[in-house]
């Protein structure tokens, strides 16, 4: 199996800066996208931002954090941050770390898996 850590989240005033950290750990082959959602109070999982690997590296956001959040990945630890930076009081949410790839066991039946973190609040407020 693969666990993923969050770390980072908390308190902070509008137009200041947090920065999200994810590890992966555990019985990996390959992790191929890791990426942040989020879920607002009384709303849905959206995505926030999403990073693959390899040479064709591509980055996705969500319209509402570009320009002020930035994802970035170690690819040698596996480990993936988000820095937000002029935060807003509607990015107040739970962030999930995510992740797509493959297990040892994943492997032998071809099937990559879906693996999430336990969620870590960020709490913009003055």
């Known amino acids: 199996q693969v666990q993923l850590a969050e770390s980072g989240g908390g308190l902070v005033q509008p137009g200041e800066s947090l920065r999200l950290s994810c590890t992966a750990s555990?019985?990996?082959?390959?992790?191929?996208?890791m990426g942040w959602y989020r879920q607002p109070p009384g709303k849905r999982l959206e995505l926030v931002a999403e990073?693959?690997?390899?040479?064709?590296?591509?980055?996705n956001y969500a319209d509402s954090v570009k320009d002020r959040f930035t994802i970035s990945r170690e690819n040698g630890k596996n480990t993936a941050y988000l820095q937000m930076n002029v935060m807003r009081p509607e990015d107040t949410a739970v962030y999930f770390c995510?992740?797509?790839?493959?297990?040892?066991?994943?492997?032998?039946?071809?099937?990559?898996?879906?693996?999430w973190g336990r969620g870590t609040q960020v709490t913009v407020s003055s």
């Open positions: 990073i693959t690997s390899g040479r064709g590296r591509s980055i």
């Open positions: 555990g019985d990996i082959f390959s992790i191929n996208t």
């Open positions: 995510h992740a797509k790839g493959y297990s040892s066991e994943d492997v032998k039946h071809g099937v990559e898996s879906d693996y």
